[in-house]
């Protein structure tokens, strides 16, 4: 997945020439040695993007999966988002874990709106992304229904893998937008 | 047949004269079933029937397995619903439905709430979901389906797609005032109140379950659970797919431990035909019912453990899990959802480095299991939070319906695989854990043990496995060979049949129960000959647990629900359905 350290480079210090930094990071700085420049957005995004913490919103099967993703064959803390938190005012990932019904729709809808901007969603597996197989008079189809989704993973459950990649993708749509202040 | 016949053979005929002596008028006729002889009775009597079934020493119908209704309205004319009490008897290993007609206009029966404990949740779910009322029902709600929801979902006019929104959640005040009437004086004490919801959202909740507490200081005085969060339709979804469509659906009942739902589910369609599953598919169903017992139990206990802060365990439990993830995935193709059973056999034949890759499994069991029983078995705080925490004793948790290592828990070795051993389980040399009072405790224990003697079982059945096919010879039930479809047009018309018509199992209704991981997982199907079930239900074993749940925890201190919900293993894909 490109997340383990070159064994080549590894004992590089952080500041060698060799070791390519942070996009829109400079290296060469008026200052004097050891001060990067950057633009701010830059920075923030590159904090923000490394240090997610998520709110598994777990309803059902995938958050079985969620379970396998933080533990530690796959374990989620190499990407800087192993700090799970149940509390919508604490985190700024939303991961809708499972299937949502009509009748939890109001909640997944508050704690949504509990979470300080700003934040991102994402939908784990078809149920939440579409209501999956369960086309039916109490499943929702679909968490989009209710609040805006910003990256659906397909699967019934996805693998582990998939939520890894979907954590990625997030981190590039924090990187590529503007950061809110 | 001799499926049938096998299932049959359990049913000891039951003498029915003392009822008859008793009800005479009121017994309308006499009906079968597999699995059980069905008596009818009108809905006058049925409190009366049930209380003496109960009681009568030559009966001791303990437990109320299930209840549920059949909309009976394309089935025959007259009333329209049949209300089914399906009854167990523990001691004697019995089992007898009450089924009692209700018609629709005037559409009610007697509450059995004063009788079975767990016919409280079972009424519940039967009003939501039929619209049947049950007279003097202390708290008749509804409880799978929101407040807002307008009709009877099971009705088979209801119209499967049509959803309904709902604008607020419920505040449990009216049924929170009920318990204040009811129970004027709690466990807790009468100083000021505060109300707590733990739930639907919450780390330690385990799923979408939602529990309104009023403490006293940290003391609990009243607990409402409030479930339906995760209904998703199973029911309904099951009345419009062919049997074998149903497979899936039932991998996310109980989605730690799916291949014994896929087992559960199969063997209640093939008693329903009449069809006997091959040896070879026997012992296969054994290695994976028991592989993922082994996974059901460890997760439940890691995240008992967790909601107690022990963390550690967690990586030593789970970690193994990934393992017999890998032996699953390369045998089913799928982590979680397998969907490996069919109608009459299995998807395919176990892969040839199986055997291997489960033995070298089987190996890591006990060091997991060790390491983590190394730190909680003699650990102060575990003792702590857990003796004596949660105590229900036998009788009353057959009362509530217990079943599985819950039951077990409090001394009353009970499991189907030893009481009515179905594939095989009596040629197996296994103990039947069980504890000393029914606590937390004994919970999380008997868990640990039933992981070890599954490893047995499963070694054993890998030493004894016959050679064979894995699926019956029978056109109607299981596809055809490729090569023959291709080249015989008898392959051909085969594979044409049971594609277009799917599965006809005869007319009938079945119910048959299996040895789930969290107890007794039972499928009442009722068939009219077609590709698809008239009716599917689900005898979810955490229904019933979790229906207990207020009993358990009020009185005691507000952690200690926590700890008490882990070592029940709710699942709420199983809860809700």
């Not at chain 2, 060979?481 to 007319?507: A, C, D, R, W």
Request: with cysteine.
């Amino acid at each position: 997945m490109g997340v383990s350290e070159d064994p080549a480079r590894r004992g590089v210090p952080a500041d060698s020439p060799g070791r390519p930094l942070p996009r829109g990071i400079h290296r060469e700085s008026p200052v004097g040695e050891g001060v990067y420049l950057t633009k701010l957005d830059l920075a923030i995004n590159w904090a923000r993007k490394n240090s997610i913490w998520p709110l598994p919103f777990g309803t059902a099967c995938c958050a079985i999966e969620f379970m396998g993703v933080v533990s530690s064959v796959f374990d989620l803390s190499r990407f800087g988002a192993e700090v799970v938190r149940f509390s919508p005012r604490q985190s700024d990932l939303l991961l809708v874990a499972g299937t949502v019904t009509y009748k939890q729709a109001p909640i997944l809808r508050r704690i949504y709106e509990q979470m300080c901007e700003p934040k991102w969603v994402v939908a784990m597996g078809v149920c939440a992304s579409s209501g999956g197989f369960y086309d039916n008079y109490c499943t929702l189809q679909g968490i989009d229904k209710v609040i805006p989704v910003d990256f659906y993973i397909a699967g019934c459950p996805p693998r582990p893998e998939a939520i890894l990649q979907a954590l990625l993708e997030i981190q590039k749509k924090i990187e590529r937008n503007p950061a809110p202040r | 047949m001799e499926t049938r016949r096998a299932v049959d053979q359990e049913i000891r005929e039951i003498d029915l004269a003392p009822l008859h002596a008793r009800l005479g008028a009121a017994i309308l006729g006499r009906e079968s079933m597999v699995g059980m002889p069905v008596v009818r009775l009108a809905r006058g009597a049925i409190t009366e029937a049930l209380r003496f079934l109960r009681d009568e020493p030559s009966y001791r119908f303990d437990m109320l397995t299930d209840l549920t209704v059949v909309d009976c309205g394309e089935l025959r004319d007259g009333d329209r619903f049949d209300v089914v009490y399906l009854l167990h008897s523990l001691e004697r290993g019995e089992r007898l439905a009450i089924k009692s007609p209700v018609p629709e206009e005037d559409c009610w029966i007697e509450t059995a709430t004063g009788i079975y404990k767990n016919a409280d949740w079972t009424e519940r779910e039967a009003y939501d979901q039929y619209g049947v009322v049950f007279r003097d029902h202390p708290n008749l709600k509804r409880i799978l389906n929101h407040k807002e929801f307008v009709g009877h979902p099971l009705r088979r006019d209801y119209d499967i797609y049509k959803g309904q929104w709902l604008s607020e959640v419920d505040d449990l005040e009216d049924e929170l005032e009920r318990r204040r009437r009811r129970d004027p004086t709690p466990r807790g004490g009468q100083a000021d109140a505060m109300i707590l919801n733990l739930g639907p959202s919450h780390p330690a909740a385990h799923g979408t379950l939602r529990n309104l507490v009023e403490l006293e200081g940290e003391t609990v005085r009243y607990c409402i659970p409030e479930i339906g969060y995760l209904h998703r339709g199973f029911e309904k979804s099951a009345e419009t797919h062919e049997y074998n469509q149903v497979i899936p659906y039932t991998d996310r009942l109980n989605y730690c431990s799916c291949l014994i739902n896929n087992v559960a589910y199969s063997r209640a369609v093939e008693a329903l035909c009449g069809i006997e599953v091959t040896d070879r598919c026997k012992f296969i169903r054994v290695i994976i019912t028991e592989l993922s017992r082994i996974m059901d139990h460890l997760v439940c206990n890691a995240a008992n453990l967790v909601d107690l802060g022990a963390l550690t365990n967690y990586w030593y439990l789970f970690n193994l899990r990934e393992r017999i993830y890998n032996v699953i995935e390369s045998l089913t193709g799928a982590r979680l959802t397998t969907s490996y059973t069919r109608i009459g056999g299995l998807w395919a034949d176990i892969t040839p480095d199986f055997e291997e890759a489960v033995r070298a499994v089987l190996k890591e069991v006990p060091k997991a299991v060790g390491d983590t029983l190394k730190l909680i078995a003699r650990n102060k705080i575990f003792i702590d939070r857990t003796v004596g925490i949660g105590v229900i004793d036998a009788e009353e948790a057959i009362s509530f319906g217990f079943t599985g290592p819950c039951l077990r828990a409090t001394g009353y070795e009970y499991d189907l695989r030893k009481r009515h051993p179905y594939d095989h389980y009596d040629s197996f040399d296994f103990e039947i854990p069980s504890g000393h009072q029914g606590d937390t405790y004994d919970r999380v224990m008997v868990r640990f043990e039933e992981i070890r003697q599954s490893c047995r079982i499963v070694e054993q059945a890998l030493d004894k496995m016959p050679s064979g096919p894995v699926n019956v010879e029978h056109p109607r039930i299981i596809l055809p060979p490729k090569k023959q479809t291709y080249e015989s047009i008898e392959g051909l018309v085969g594979h044409f049949k049971l594609i277009m018509h799917g599965v006809n199992p005869p007319v009938g209704e079945a119910y048959v129960a299996t040895e789930a991981a969290n107890g007794e997982l039972g499928f009442f199907i009722v068939s009219d000959g077609g590709m698809k079930p008239y009716k599917c239900k689900v005898r979810p074993p955490c229904f019933h647990i979790y229906s207990a749940l207020p009993r358990l925890v009020e009185g005691g201190m507000v952690a200690d629900v926590v700890a008490i919900l882990g070592s029940l293993n709710i699942i709420a894909g199983e809860l809700d359905r």
